[in-house]
Each structure stands twice: as C-alpha cells, then as structure tokens.
C-alpha cells in the first residue's frame, strides 16, 4: 500500500526567509502524482502545488517550488520570501491517478511564520 | 462563490444518535469525494462517487456509514449510531472528469462531536 511520511510535525520561518518541508513516500507505481496542500486554520485547503513523477522538471509556482527526486521518493516543498500568509498546516499528498484518483495524505507539518 | 459547500459547519451530537451531512460539489464536477480528519492527522479517503455511482468505499467505512449521490448532483454522508470515536472533520472535495485536472477542491468540513 502507499504510504506518505511528513517528519517534521512543526516548522518555524521567519517573514521573507525560505523554508523547505519534507515529505517522503513509498509506491511500487511508476507513474503517480504528488501534491502539497495547505489548510490554513479553520479555513478550508487549497492546493499550493502539484506535480505528475512523468515529468522530470520540478514544479513551481510564484513563491512555492517543489525538489521531486524520484528514485529516492522524496517531494520536498521550498516556500521562497515567506509571508505571514503562509502560516497553516502543509500536507503532502500522493495519487496513482487511477479510477479514483483518490488522495493519500501525510500527518503535516504546522508552519509558523514569525514576524 | 461557487466553491465546495458543506453543511453544517459543526455539528454536536449525543453517542448513539445518528446525524447526516451535506457536500455541494462544484457544479460541472462530476467526481466526488469524503474524508475524514481526526485531530493531528492528514485526512483519509472514505468514499468515491463518479456522478452518481458509488464506485470505491474505503474499509474505514463501517456499516454505520452510509453515502449516496442521488442525481449526481449533492452528496449526504450519514452516521448512524453514533461512537466516539467517529468525533472528526469530515471533508467533501469534488473534481472535473478531465484526466487532464485532476485538483480536488475541498470544502470547509463539517466538525462532528459525539458526546
């Protein structure tokens, strides 16, 4: 079964410094997809960045940018200039696609953003 | 807004009663989705609808839990007999049937507490 493992239960960054969360994952798939969501408190989660194990280029989006290195099953998140916008709980999520496309989450990882 | 709805927000009930909730997906998506997230954990797949056939039901799902899509449209998830430890956000997410968009967008859950 696939699994996804957040190890850092917390972060801490402080406003405009660069923070990257972990994520590892283990499939037997080849071809998946992997996403980091953001679940800001009591307010609903948003997807901040996604990216298919295809594609050998690392995703990017504005400030968030991903490292995916494949044969180690890690998908780490870069948070660029961090915002105090950006204080929630990140959760790395991982789809085979499938008939489904049913989501596996990890446990996340709460960032503070210190001023 | 014409994002995911949930209904209630919060919901507070007596063990051994049964209670029902409500997701509005986005219109024009026909795939929908539950989860439930338990205090500190990353949210877990509970059950799939593609319009309104009920294609995958996680083995969390106890007999107790029932989800139906009539139309294709709304979804319910109902509890009967409630447990303790059935007290969790419950989250609907809905998406296109286009392999090419694959983004679930999540609702704001409904909070359940069983006393």
């Known amino acids: 079964a696939q699994t996804v493992t957040q190890s850092q239960p917390e972060m801490s960054v402080q406003e405009a410094e660069t923070v990257t969360l972990s994520c590892t994952y283990d499939t037997s798939e080849s071809d998946y997809y992997l996403f980091w969501y953001k679940q800001p408190p009591s307010r609903q989660m948003i997807l901040v960045i996604r990216q298919e194990a295809y594609k050998q280029q690392n995703a990017t989006e504005n400030r968030f940018s991903v490292n995916f290195q494949k044969a180690a099953k890690s998908f780490s998140l870069k948070i660029s200039d961090s915002q105090l916008g950006d204080a929630a709980m990140y959760f790395c999520a991982y789809s085979n696609g499938g008939a489904t496309n049913k989501l596996i989450f990890g446990t996340g990882t709460l960032l503070a953003v210190q001023p | 807004d014409t994002g995911v709805s949930q209904d209630p927000r919060h919901k507070i009930t007596k063990r051994g009663q049964n209670v029902t909730f409500r997701c509005d997906p986005i219109s024009e998506h026909n795939r929908l989705y539950w989860y439930r997230q338990t205090l500190g954990q990353g949210p877990e797949f509970l059950t799939y609808f593609q319009n309104e056939a009920q294609l995958e039901k996680s083995r969390l799902l106890s007999d107790r839990f029932s989800a139906e899509r009539p139309k294709g449209s709304f979804s319910t998830l109902e509890i009967q007999r409630t447990e303790q430890g059935d007290s969790a956000m419950y989250l609907c997410?809905?998406?296109?049937?286009?392999?090419?968009?694959?983004?679930?967008?999540f609702g704001p859950g409904t909070r359940l507490t069983v006393t």
């Open positions: 997410a809905s998406s296109p049937n286009s392999p090419l968009d694959y983004e679930q967008y």
